[in-house]
């Protein structure tokens, strides 16, 4: 691929995901969830992130099915860890076209969540994986792999879309 076609490949990409961290930011959850294919997988791991989330446990191992369900869920103002909501705000950096292959787009990055709530405030950090398709021309988000730093301590509750 000509370098000014990746290059504005990699534009399209970090202008996509900055638009996600804002819906999640925002919670703006339909929209988020609108940016998903229809077999999209969303996974947090625990406990280290290189486990097979279907014999190990995950802190969210959702199918597509289980994305609208969450939310739903968010949906109804019934989380009471989020009442009022976490006031949220995303950097997301080191954005990184790994491969692209007849599944999407592989691409990389790292992101540093700051939430503030009546408990405190929280710094979340991990590195993000994710494979992009086209679908009716726009990018959605087939996969997505957060890979929280501190993914192997007891964490906090975490009850908004990381």
């Known amino acids: 691929m000509p370098a000014s076609s990746q290059s504005e490949l990699l534009h399209e990409i970090a202008q996509f995901l900055y638009r996600a961290a804002r819906y999640e930011d925002e919670h703006r959850y339909e929209d ?22 279907e ?10 099915s289980r994305i609208g369900l969450r939310v739903r869920q968010l949906l109804t103002g019934k989380r009471h860890t989020q009442e009022p909501q976490s006031r949220l705000r995303r950097l997301i950096s080191n954005i ?14 790292n992101v540093i969540v700051f939430e503030t709530n009546q408990r405190g405030d929280t ?3 991990a590195r ?13 988000i087939a996969y ?9 301590k007891a964490i906090p509750t975490l009850s908004f879309l990381i």
């Open 144 to 152: 997505k792999k957060v890979a929280l730093v501190n993914g192997e």
């Open 55 to 64: 014999k190990q446990m995950s802190i969210i191992y959702d199918n597509r």
């Open 96 to 109: 990184e076209l790994l491969a692209e292959d007849r599944n999407g787009l592989r691409v990389g990055a």
């Open 32 to 53: 988020w969830e609108s940016l998903w294919t229809d077999d999209g997988v969303y996974w947090v791991p625990a406990n280290g992130e290189n486990i097979d989330p």
């Open 123 to 125: 710094l979340w950090c």
């Open 128 to 140: 993000l994986e994710y494979v992009l398709r086209r679908v009716d021309g726009a990018l959605r």
